[in-house]
């Protein structure tokens, strides 16, 4: 049996998925934090809360060269890994340990042999395969890959799914609120604890769902699936076209400036794009000037889809713009008790505003970064709180990433209304069932 583990700095991806025959021949190495034997800890069981700090990654590669007869698969990665057969059955069942079968045969004058594993498909073991997975023998020649620390997300497990379906009156779509701290779709090490998965197995789906939404981890709100490909395809389309319509309930301690927001509600920012390194990361946006940035032909253009030339700044810039539709001071009595308690800590006398907002532009964490720009950042939110009210000046440090903090697992921000029309071009508006975790 060979095996290798890596660290940190290793993160596999569907794509590489390591096929090249040359990594068979790799010396065993530990990199990252599995270098120190004593750093290299892994995540409790099924059940038992997480670490509150996140353990870093640890791969295990595995080759089985001689098998062990009689011994199942889960009991050979334990021996392998020195991990607890316990551990590796839960990482299985999350999805969080891939592998790779034997090649079978072998063409004549070809260097492989039968007992080489067939990199190029390299698959997750579904949940649907974990019973039988459990109990096989390994093969000479398999290759597993085991991820030890996944991002787990015990909430998941927490909610009676069926009662947060908002939307399942046709054969076409389907729609959850999704709670916070969750992601949407299954990641690359977990494919159990996530929106889809628990929606397909609370109302029993014969296949897939197709996400034609995303929402971030620590978003709630109105969550929106396709049952089949072609419906997907209709919605995607929409998407496309900025014909889909997005609502927003969100919580920021203060009210956004007047003068800031435009006579028919819209607050715009400029967002800057298409820097040299090349980053698809959001960045600090700064207000857009109306006078030296936006000529009266694009003010009319609602898609706000036109790259725009900042005289004074430089670079590739885009309109990030919402709408305000509702604002309200809220009282203390209104805010749960996470919320006023943060308040009380901090030894502030906060007055904390909730709006309901259109988003007009669908750019990565465009809400989060237009409100931390005006120093409104939401409830929450660890990764923008740091760069509160700062604005891009044009200068290289203000795209420095470094800048942000941490991702939160929950932050003051609902999508509160999903309005699209369906395969009969009917229009539909899906609202969230819930009021928001910020409230009482």
């Not at 025959?21 to 004593?38: F, Q, T, V």
């Not at 791969?59 to 009689?70: I, K, T």
């Not at 628990?198 to 197709?210: G, I, K, N, R």
């Not at 007047?258 to 600090?284: C, F, M, S, W, Y």
Request: hydrophobic share 40%; net charge positive; charged share 25%.
């Amino acid at each position: 049996m060979l095996s290798w583990v890596f660290g940190a700095d290793l993160r596999a991806s569907r794509a590489s998925h390591w096929r090249s025959r040359n990594a068979l021949n790799m010396r065993c190495e530990i990199r990252g934090a599995a270098a120190n034997p004593a750093l290299m800890k892994v995540h409790p069981r099924v059940g038992k809360q997480p670490p509150s700090t996140p353990l870093p990654p640890v791969v295990f590669h595995v080759v089985v060269e001689q098998p062990y007869r009689g011994v199942s698969v889960q009991h050979v990665l334990a021996r392998e890994t020195k991990l607890a057969p316990e551990l590796v059955e839960d990482l299985i069942r999350i999805g969080a340990v891939y592998m790779a079968s034997v090649i079978s045969g072998g063409k004549r004058g070809s260097s492989r042999s039968p007992s080489t594993p067939n990199l190029s498909r390299v698959q997750r073991i579904l949940p649907a395969d974990v019973s039988s997975m459990l109990d096989a023998q390994s093969k000479k020649g398999m290759y597993f890959r085991l991820h030890a620390n996944p991002a787990r997300y015990p909430d998941a497990h927490a909610y009676v799914w069926k009662d947060r379906i908002v939307y399942n009156g046709d054969n076409d779509f389907v729609a959850v609120d999704k709670p916070p701290n969750l992601p949407s779709v299954p990641t690359l090490v977990n494919v159990v604890e996530c929106a889809r998965t628990q929606v397909e197995c609370a109302l029993e789906c014969p296949a897939p769902l197709h996400a034609v939404s995303r929402l971030d981890v620590c978003t709630s709100g109105v969550l929106v699936f396709a049952r089949h490909k072609r419906a997907a395809a209709h919605l995607n389309e929409q998407i496309r076209n900025r014909s889909v319509k997005k609502r927003y309930t969100l919580l920021v301690p203060g009210p956004i400036p007047r003068e800031i927001i435009q006579k028919d509600g819209r607050v715009l920012h400029a967002a800057r794009t298409n820097l040299p390194d090349n980053i698809p990361k959001p960045r600090i946006y700064r207000l857009l000037d109306l006078e030296k940035d936006l000529d009266a032909a694009l003010l009319q253009d609602e898609s706000y889809s036109t790259p725009l030339e900042a005289p004074k700044i430089g670079g590739a810039w885009h309109v990030a713009a919402m709408r305000i539709l509702t604002e309200r001071e809220m009282n203390r009595a209104e805010l749960s008790e996470v919320v006023t308690m943060q308040a009380d800590h901090a030894g502030i006398d906060v007055r904390y505003t909730e709006y309901e907002v259109e988003l007009l532009t669908g750019r990565t964490h465009q809400l989060r970064l237009q409100f931390a720009s005006l120093g409104l950042p939401l409830f929450g939110d660890s990764r923008y709180r740091p760069v509160s009210g700062r604005v891009h000046r044009g200068v290289p440090e203000d795209d420095n990433l470094d800048m942000f903090g941490p991702e939160p697992n929950r932050v003051s921000l609902c999508a509160s209304v999903f309005h699209f029309n369906d395969l009969k071009n009917q229009p539909r508006e899906i609202a969230s069932g819930l009021a928001p975790w910020w409230r009482k």
